[in-house]
């Protein structure tokens, strides 16, 4: 029996996700190596680049992507979370696949997993996330891709994306995360991202602090890796932020020895560690293609984008009964202490003479009573609500930690009611709203402020 992407979709759904319900013994490698044996193993088909790190892992794939399509190259790329469509997870560079391409792919893994479902090693249950990479192997495969770029999911030694054999592994910056699941230590998080690196495959890596470098420098010395650190090969990098007739940018300068000039391009993915990922991704590029000119590169990280990343639009109910014609929305997935200081950052570069609106909801496991610190004396109106209907929301420690910092806010149960709500509000005020906390609060904003444009 053959299914339609949506009917895949749905089916996909019915396995266990650990995006919605997190859980311990999820993975398994052998499990995926099964899976994609019994498909013919499309996964070795594509040259490809893997990308781990706590934090940036989707910026720098981006960056990969788009400098490689620049290039000439059809580069597929797979990577999470998707923001309004699934087939963000799975798509070229810059367009998603012809509907055909899924639905080959999703009728060739439900008919193959039909038959050997009951073959599974060790009798496991097979998740949501190991059926969707195997999809996108098929994807890659079927599109007859030049390259690809896929992302790790959760950790990097046990992840699904784990059964690739790249041209280059990438990991970025290293922080405290997931430690129910990785380990409560930076070394022991460190381990399972450097469980990517592989025998005689060079990697790339982020600075990093001390205990993290030894870790990594220990696993490419096993695996008779080349290792390169960021720092060794940054000279300088420098960010300007600018406001133009069509538009906000950054513009950024990287030198470096891996390039014959000093890299000059202007951005919309905004804040300095978007410049330490443009190094990263042109650096990972120049070493696997060194042919790819730095005009090339340029053109690539200038043209990346990211949803809900430092994302600016308009706020669709500009009225000029308000004088809010050019009313601005910043919708922007941070979800962590560090994550949305940076965004407060880029932030303050754009609008610190401007009022300011916040918007805020964030899952159960966040830092709130940290996060929550971060907004006292900046926003004038602060609206609290819940990240959507897929990811449980700590109501009462999310409240509590806002009067914790003394900030006065209104809560509304309701997201729907409460994103429309703030975006009147912040006409009305004349304010730029931000609206931030997570990837799921702003999926939910990007899709239902669409019906008010």
Same mark, same amino acid.
């Given at each position: 029996m053959t299914k339609t992407f949506a009917e895949f979709l749905t089916w996909v759904d019915s396995f266990l996700n650990f995006e919605k319900l997190p859980q311990k013994n999820m993975f398994w490698l052998d499990t995926m190596e099964f899976l994609c044996s019994m498909l013919n193993n499309p996964e070795a088909c594509i040259p490809s680049y893997h990308v781990a790190g706590s934090k940036g892992k989707g910026s720098v794939s981006a960056m990969i992507s788009s400098i490689l399509t620049e290039a000439g190259k059809k580069t597929g790329i797979y990577a999470s979370p998707h923001i309004e469509d699934f087939r963000e997870r799975i798509r070229l560079n810059d367009s998603f696949f012809p509907d055909e391409i899924y639905e080959k792919a999703a009728s060739e893994l439900y008919e193959k997993f039909s038959l050997i479902k009951d073959k599974i090693p060790n009798n496991r249950n097979v998740t949501w996330f190991e059926l969707v990479t195997v999809f996108a192997f098929l994807c890659m495969k079927l599109a007859k891709v030049d390259e690809a770029v896929f992302e790790v999911g959760l950790g990097g030694r046990l992840d699904a994306t784990n059964v690739i054999k790249p041209q280059i592994s990438i990991i970025n910056t290293i922080e405290l995360e997931h430690t129910e699941f990785l380990g409560d230590t930076l070394e022991k998080i460190a381990a399972e991202k450097a469980g990517i690196i592989k025998n005689g495959i060079p990697v790339l890596c982020a600075t990093q602090v001390p205990e993290v470098k030894k870790v990594f420098k220990t696993f490419a010395e096993k695996n008779n890796s080349q290792i390169i650190f960021a720092e060794e090969i940054r000279k300088s990098i420098d960010c300007k932020y600018l406001t133009e007739n069509n538009g906000k940018f950054m513009q950024v300068k990287i030198e470096s020895n891996l390039f014959v000039r000093?890299?000059?391009?202007?951005?919309?993915?905004?804040?300095?560690? *978007?410049?330490?990922?443009?190094?990263? !991704?042109?650096?990972?590029?120049? =070493?696997?293609?060194?042919?790819? #000119?730095? @005009?090339?590169?340029?053109?690539?990280?200038?043209?990346?984008?990211?949803?809900?990343?430092?994302?600016?639009?308009?706020?669709?109910?500009?009225?000029?009964?308000?004088?809010?014609?050019? *009313?601005?929305?910043?919708?922007?997935? !941070?979800?962590?202490?560090?994550? =949305?200081?940076?965004?407060?950052? #880029?932030? @303050?570069?754009?609008?610190?003479?401007?009022?300011?609106?916040?918007?805020?909801?964030?899952?159960?496991?966040?830092?709130?009573?940290?996060?929550?610190?971060?907004?006292?004396?900046?926003?004038?109106?602060?609206?609290?609500?819940?990240?959507?209907?897929?990811?449980?929301?700590?109501?009462?420690?999310?409240?509590?930690?806002?009067?914790?910092?003394?900030?006065?806010?209104?809560?509304?149960?309701?997201?729907?009611?409460a994103i429309k709500n703030a975006s009147e509000e912040a006409i009305k005020d004349n304010a730029v709203l931000l609206v931030t906390g997570s990837f799921y609060l702003a999926s939910e904003f990007k899709k239902i402020i669409k019906t008010y444009s």
């Open positions: 000093p890299l000059l391009f202007k951005t919309k993915m905004f804040g300095s560690v *978007q410049a330490d990922n443009a190094l990263l !991704a042109a650096s990972a590029v120049k =070493i696997i293609h060194p042919e790819i #000119t730095e @005009e090339i590169i340029e053109k690539g990280l200038s043209k990346t984008f990211l949803p809900a990343r430092f994302e600016i639009i308009k706020n669709p109910l500009n009225d000029r009964r308000w004088n809010s014609e050019n *009313q601005e929305i910043v919708i922007d997935g !941070a979800h962590t202490v560090k994550s =949305i200081k940076l965004t407060l950052d #880029t932030f @303050e570069k754009f609008y610190s003479a401007k009022k300011a609106h916040l918007l805020f909801a964030c899952a159960a496991d966040k830092d709130v009573e940290h996060i929550a610190c971060l907004f006292s004396n900046r926003f004038e109106k602060v609206t609290l609500t819940k990240p959507g209907n897929t990811k449980t929301c700590n109501i009462q420690k999310m409240k509590g930690a806002f009067s914790n910092a003394k900030i006065n806010f209104n809560f509304t149960a309701d997201f729907s009611v």
